[in-house]
């Protein structure tokens, strides 16, 4: 068993012993520039105020001349051709004048470029050299499978200092995605080596999938083995270690030793983030939980609600059902918006956010036996954060299953059931160490990170040393 073993994991780790350094140098470059994505705050800020006097079209109308029969959101935003409606079903997505109610998808790159300039300016962002480049499915910032429902996106250079490139929808003519020079530069030595994430491979994700998952099984059972080799070849002489091995071969036996805890965990958790629902739930809501949350409302029954006039400062309106209700949010800022339900009569009936005993009025659907819906605290194990910074998160307890209820749009943020909660502490903590003590002290965190990586890489670059000339002694014989 133990030639087994010790055969199985030389090989195992010549193999292996590049891909494993390679791990432990990126994940210390994405811990200071994460993958590129388009924050929030960055959407908002390009957002340009609503022209509330150019909207004769009702949102019922824009539903109606989508053709989407399952809407289950609308949104009216300001582009730089007028005012649109964004109509969202399940997995379709289109943009309606609503000014005529024709179709104001962002076929052309001139339409393109305006709105890109449009968002450059409201985010000061210099955008005289702005240029189009490109109307593609993929290319290596947007594979992510987010993006699905945008696609093909006009893929824009501003020409500013900082290199920023910007994605359009080309159904909505919205602003998804942005980088920069610099995210670019180092992703390609952080996540799209530490993810194996080449456009070509990236862009099946199924085939992906299998892939990373099948490589980091592999990873995880040479690391495995290794630990268990590493402590079999341990002996004790007259009270001290006696190790069996000399020059390379007792270094990495040393370090492997004292960092097998953290190589171990840090490669299995590793594998664990393709788990994808293989071991362990994926976190999201079933098909009858979905269809109560986001359910297809007959869209009509707006046009008997009298809604207030759109503020001149509202920069975002969405409408969207709420067990039962129907309701309109006015994003004012990136942190404040004004929230109107159907009979409201006074200004003191509206608050920014959906109330506990709205939230509890769902959860009461969603299962059997839910407690009162208590708000996250921000020190809460399994905190997610919300769509508007400053909005409570209700938490729904019912039984071993738990909702996160965003209390800004009424979407459920996450599923939490016992696996799931399991999942968070053997993936995320482990990988990311992200313990709450070390969260509240980022500094620490980081400097844990970066010694234990750094650990993992030296150790690695041993196995390298030790594969190299195994394999050289095999080609000289």
Same mark, same amino acid.
């Given at each position: 068993?133990?030639?087994?073993?010790?055969?199985?994991?030389?090989? $195992?780790?010549?193999?292996?012993?590049?891909?494993?350094?390679?791990?432990?140098?990126?994940?210390?470059?994405?811990?200071? *520039?994460?993958?590129?994505?388009?924050?929030?705050?960055?959407?908002?800020?390009?957002?340009?105020?609503?022209?509330? #006097?150019?909207?004769? !079209?009702?949102?019922?109308?824009?539903?109606?001349?989508?053709?989407?029969?399952?809407?289950?959101?609308? /949104?009216?935003?300001?582009?730089?051709?007028?005012?649109?409606?964004?109509?969202?079903?399940?997995?379709?997505?289109? @943009?309606?004048?609503?000014?005529?109610?024709?179709?104001?998808?962002?076929?052309?790159?001139?339409?393109?470029?305006?709105?890109?300039?449009?968002?450059?300016?409201?985010?000061?962002?210099?955008?005289?050299?702005?240029?189009?480049?490109?109307?593609?499915?993929?290319?290596?910032?947007?594979?992510?499978?987010?993006?699905?429902?945008? +696609?093909?996106?006009?893929? *824009?250079?501003?020409?500013?200092?900082?290199?920023?490139?910007?994605?359009?929808?080309?159904?909505?003519?919205?602003?998804?995605?942005? #980088?920069? +020079?610099?995210?670019?530069?180092?992703?390609?030595?952080? =996540?799209?080596?530490?993810?194996?994430?080449? #456009?070509?491979? /990236? /862009?099946?994700?199924?085939?992906?999938?299998?892939?990373?998952?099948?490589?980091?099984?592999?990873?995880?059972?040479?690391?495995?083995?290794?630990?268990?080799?590493?402590?079999?070849? !341990?002996? *004790?002489?007259?009270?001290?270690?006696?190790? &069996?091995?000399?020059?390379?071969?007792? $270094?990495?036996?040393?370090?492997?030793?004292?960092?097998?805890?953290?190589?171990?965990?840090?490669?299995?958790?590793?594998?664990?983030?393709?788990?994808?629902?293989?071991?362990?739930?994926?976190?999201?809501?079933?098909?009858?939980?979905?269809?109560?949350?986001? &359910?297809?409302?007959?869209?009509?029954?707006?046009? =008997?609600? @009298?809604?207030?006039?759109?503020?001149?400062?509202?920069?975002?309106?969405?409408?969207?059902?709420?067990?039962?209700?129907?309701?309109?949010?006015?994003?004012?800022?990136?942190?404040?918006?004004?929230?109107?339900?159907?009979?409201?009569?006074?200004?003191?009936?509206?608050?920014?956010?959906?109330? +506990?005993?709205?939230?509890?009025?769902?959860?009461?659907?969603?299962?059997?036996?839910?407690? !009162?819906?208590? *708000?996250?605290?921000?020190?809460?194990?399994?905190?997610?954060?919300?769509?508007? &910074?400053?909005?409570?998160?209700?938490?729904?307890?019912?039984?071993?299953?738990?909702?996160?209820?965003?209390?800004?749009?009424?979407?459920?943020?996450?599923?939490?059931?016992?696996?799931?909660?399991?999942?968070?502490?053997?993936?995320?903590?482990?990988?990311?160490?992200?313990?709450?003590?070390?969260?509240?002290?980022?500094?620490?965190?980081? %400097?844990? %990170?970066?010694?234990?990586?750094?650990?993992?890489?030296?150790?690695?670059?041993?196995?390298?040393?030790?594969?190299? +000339?195994?394999?050289? #002694?095999?080609?000289?014989?």
């Amino acid at each position: 068993m133990m030639s087994a073993i010790v055969l199985l994991h030389r090989w $195992l780790g010549i193999a292996f012993c590049l891909l494993f350094a390679m791990w432990f140098a990126t994940g210390m470059v994405m811990h200071f *520039v994460p993958f590129p994505s388009l924050t929030e705050a960055e959407r908002f800020a390009g957002l340009a105020p609503l022209d509330g #006097t150019r909207v004769p !079209i009702a949102p019922q109308d824009a539903v109606k001349a989508s053709g989407i029969d399952d809407t289950v959101r609308i /949104r009216l935003i300001q582009r730089s051709d007028g005012p649109v409606y964004i109509v969202a079903g399940r997995s379709l997505t289109t @943009s309606i004048s609503a000014t005529d109610g024709s179709i104001a998808e962002a076929k052309s790159p001139r339409v393109a470029l305006a709105e890109t300039e449009q968002h450059a300016r409201n985010r000061g962002i210099d955008c005289t050299n702005a240029s189009s480049i490109d109307l593609a499915d993929y290319d290596q910032w947007s594979v992510p499978n987010g993006f699905d429902r945008y +696609r093909p996106l006009f893929h *824009v250079a501003l020409g500013d200092a900082a290199g920023t490139e910007v994605y359009v929808a080309s159904n909505t003519g919205e602003i998804v995605l942005d #980088t920069t +020079r610099r995210e670019r530069s180092w992703n390609f030595a952080g =996540s799209v080596a530490h993810w194996i994430y080449p #456009t070509v491979l /990236r /862009r099946d994700w199924a085939l992906w999938d299998r892939v990373v998952w099948t490589l980091s099984l592999l990873a995880a059972i040479a690391s495995a083995l290794g630990a268990v080799l590493g402590i079999a070849r !341990i002996k *004790v002489s007259d009270g001290r270690l006696d190790l &069996p091995y000399r020059g390379w071969h007792a $270094l990495h036996h040393v370090i492997g030793l004292t960092s097998m805890v953290f190589v171990l965990t840090w490669i299995v958790s590793g594998w664990l983030s393709m788990d994808h629902g293989r071991l362990f739930s994926r976190g999201q809501l079933s098909p009858a939980e979905a269809a109560l949350v986001s &359910p297809s409302p007959s869209w009509n029954a707006l046009s =008997s609600i @009298s809604w207030e006039p759109i503020s001149p400062s509202a920069r975002e309106i969405e409408w969207f059902p709420f067990n039962g209700r129907f309701y309109r949010r006015d994003r004012i800022a990136v942190d404040r918006q004004m929230l109107f339900r159907p009979g409201d009569t006074a200004p003191n009936d509206r608050s920014g956010f959906l109330s +506990r005993s709205e939230i509890e009025g769902l959860a009461q659907h969603l299962a059997m036996g839910c407690g !009162i819906p208590s *708000v996250v605290p921000a020190t809460d194990d399994y905190l997610v954060l919300p769509t508007i &910074p400053g909005a409570p998160v209700y938490r729904s307890i019912c039984g071993d299953v738990w909702f996160d209820i965003d209390g800004a749009s009424g979407t459920v943020l996450q599923r939490l059931d016992s696996s799931r909660r399991a999942y968070r502490w053997l993936y995320s903590a482990l990988h990311t160490m992200d313990f709450p003590i070390l969260v509240s002290h980022p500094s620490i965190r980081t %400097i844990l %990170i970066i010694s234990l990586c750094s650990c993992g890489l030296i150790f690695s670059i041993t196995g390298i040393v030790i594969g190299w +000339r195994r394999i050289g #002694t095999k080609l000289t014989r």
